[in-house]
């Protein structure tokens, strides 16, 4: 039994000190269990300097998760303690042996899952998620991957953890508990305190909540590893928790793969170029992700007129896409889909899947392998729905987000920065690189999107293509400026949507208009213009680009490069009911909850219906790792 002397008694203050020296406790534990880890992890090959910075690293750059985790233990001691300032317990040892069995219940817990994901992690590469309770029925799935010394020393390891992690959540008792003479008073100053608390669990006052990614500063995923909370990492990944592989199994796996193979994905990419469009294999590259600019608003795309005059303008001067369709009906969905070349899914956000998200592809992680130096730049909250950690995972060396901007220019728009300053950044970036060295940029836009207030009025009576042509003055701006620098010569600037939107009123989410998506690749380092007229998805860009560039495809499963003799021209969307498979001859869209085709347009073929079963298994497939265990 540890026996910790008391060192103060009070009332409210006594309580509020006992919630402090709580988290405290907790800090420290997870403090031991992020040193237990890099000691685990520290391999050939990094320094003790390295070793060192890793450890500051991941306390500084963890403490967000680690509050975060604090705050939800100590919710109950809280609820608790505000009784205690009506009903003061008679019997302090009753009180000391309730809270010497949660102190030794959260330690025991914590102890189990930090030893559990430092011993596990150099056998799976990734954190300790809801992946573990696949295995209680079936041990040795993770007994076959340790040594029998390893087991034992993980024993040693947990003993160990949980007597210091109990010792540390015996801080609180150095206080004695008084009665308070002031319980309305002492109330309301512990149930502030919880709102702070919730605030701690939330992650801050900002649009995005605490979650995984937000905790992420490097492309080494060994030092963003190190950062995560693993009882976070755990108990978040639960809820999240779904077995994607068995989920829209249409067809066995024979006929899956058939039936895939024939719409072309597998072998697209390692076929010849069919034209070769850009000065030079390493042009520098800038991505630019337009917020809902859908093809609603691009005349010669069928949209409205005089919306988008730059666009229209630009197309004529690049490579035009103009039957390009977004996979998807988010921004974090689009978002994964254009850089990753990885399809959105009706039922679950890519970017949310944090086991996934560690070995997505990336244009950035290819490029960044190729000597490329990149970055990306956002005016709003990067955080939100674990944007930062997707980037970071996927080759982004550095993510620029909202706080990055000025305390003014963040008011500029509801969800934050507006176009004009952050193309206008993204303008002074472009312009101040090396010519010594590639480069790639990644760029979000936001202003159009709701609330559609812009600092821009050409289009009255119609917030939402005003924002669209806001959008579009600040592109043709952008362009303008950089035809008069050296950069423009080397460069490729990529323009297209990370999704359409519901516009004119009428227009559903069954519907193909609403997906169908400006795509343009324009700038100094394209060699000629062409059109490009056949059905192709939002998730072909990246296969399309890196493939001009000559770079390898094999990690981009689901995405096709245009450009390939053997391309397939079908495209696909997805929403939360259905998805939508289009061809030259017509479309066929089709619900995934009724289990039947919505309705079909041209030339009818039954066996589209079958091409999007296909499609959308192999992804679930690949998402739960089915396609894994099949290739093996």
């Keep these: 039994m540890i026996h910790i002397p008391t060192y103060y008694r009070g009332g409210v203050s006594g309580r509020i000190l006992k919630l402090l020296l709580f988290y405290l406790g907790c800090g420290l534990l997870f403090f031991f269990g992020k040193l237990l880890f890099a000691v685990r992890t520290w391999g050939e090959g990094e320094s003790i300097s390295d070793f060192v910075s890793r450890i500051w690293g991941a306390w500084w750059h963890g403490l967000p998760l680690d509050i975060s985790m604090s705050g939800y233990l100590i919710s109950p001691l809280l609820l608790i303690l505000l009784g205690s300032l009506w009903v003061l317990p008679k019997s302090r040892r009753g009180w000391n042996i309730s809270y010497n069995i949660y102190a030794g219940a959260v330690s025991l817990i914590a102890a189990m899952v930090i030893v559990g994901d430092a011993m596990l992690y150099t056998y799976w590469g990734f954190k300790l998620d809801a992946t573990i309770f696949v295995y209680l029925g079936q041990p040795e799935g993770i007994t076959n991957s340790v040594s029998l010394w390893e087991i034992g020393l993980g024993f040693l390891l947990f003993f160990i953890l949980w007597f210091v992690g109990y010792w540390c959540l015996q801080l609180p008792k150095t206080v004695a508990l008084e009665r308070c003479r002031r319980p309305i008073l002492g109330s309301i100053l512990l149930i502030l305190f919880g709102g702070v608390a919730f605030l701690g669990i939330r992650g801050g006052v900002g649009r995005s909540t605490a979650n995984v990614g937000m905790v992420y500063y490097s492309n080494d995923a060994l030092r963003n590893h190190s950062a995560v909370n ?66 609603q608003f691009v005349e010669s795309l069928g949209g409205v007129s005089n919306v988008t005059p730059n666009l229209e303008r ?36 890519v970017m949310r899947v944090q086991s996934k998200v560690n070995v997505l592809p990336g244009i950035a992680k290819t490029l960044l392998h190729s000597g490329y130096d990149t970055e990306f730049i956002y005016g709003g909250d990067v955080d939100f729905t674990g944007t930062k950690g997707y980037l970071l995972a996927t080759g982004y060396q550095k993510v620029m987000g909202d706080k990055h901007f000025p305390a ?79 950069q423009w010569k080397n ?7 990370d999704h359409g939107i519901r516009y004119p009123q009428g227009v559903e989410e069954d519907q193909p208009r609403k997906h169908h998506i400006p795509l343009l690749m324009v700038g100094g380092a394209v060699k000629k213009t062409c059109v490009v007229d056949v059905p192709c998805n939002q998730s072909d860009m990246a296969a399309t680009l890196l493939g001009q560039m000559q770079l390898p495809l094999d990690d981009f499963m689901f995405s096709r490069n245009v450009f390939s003799t053997t391309y397939h021209p079908i495209a696909f969307f997805t929403w939360g009911n259905g998805i939508g498979i289009i061809e030259p001859q017509g479309y066929t869209v089709y619900d995934i909850i009724a289990d039947r085709t919505m309705h079909e347009e041209g030339q009818p073929n039954p066996r589209r219906t079958d091409y999007g079963k296909a499609y959308l298994q192999t992804v679930y497939d690949d998402l739960g790792g089915v396609l894994n265990k099949v290739r093996k």
């Excluded at 592989?245 to 076929?271: C, L, P, T, W």
């Excluded at 197309?315 to 977004?326: D, L, M, N, R, V």
């Excluded at 460069?491 to 949507?497: E, G, R, S």
């Design 491 to 497: 460069l490729v600037l990529v323009f297209l949507p």
């Design 408 to 486: 003014e220019a963040r008011k500029t728009h509801g969800w934050g920065v507006t176009d004009a300053i952050t193309f206008d950044t993204l303008y002074q970036h472009i312009v101040s690189k090396p010519v010594s060295r590639p480069w790639h940029i990644g760029f979000l836009t936001l202003a159009s999107h709701e609330p559609w207030q812009v600092p821009y009025q050409r289009i009255e009576g119609d917030e939402i293509a005003n924002s669209m042509a806001y959008l579009d003055d600040c592109i043709g701006r952008l362009v303008s400026r950089l035809k008069q620098t050296p």
């Design 230 to 295: 693993p009882v976070f990492s755990l108990f978040a990944s639960i809820s999240k928790t779904e077995d994607f592989g068995a989920e829209f199994n249409y067809f066995d796996e024979e006929k899956r793969q058939n039936i895939f193979d024939e719409i072309g994905f597998v072998s697209v990419n390692q076929a010849p170029l069919a034209d070769t469009l850009f000065t030079t294999a390493r042009p520098n590259v800038v991505v630019v992700l337009m917020e809902g600019m859908g093809a």
């Design 314 to 349: 630009l197309s004529h001067e690049g490579i035009w896409f103009t039957q390009c369709y977004a996979n998807s009906f988010r921004t974090d969905r689009g978002t994964v889909s254009a850089f990753s070349g990885y399809p959105a899914v009706p039922t679950v956000s």
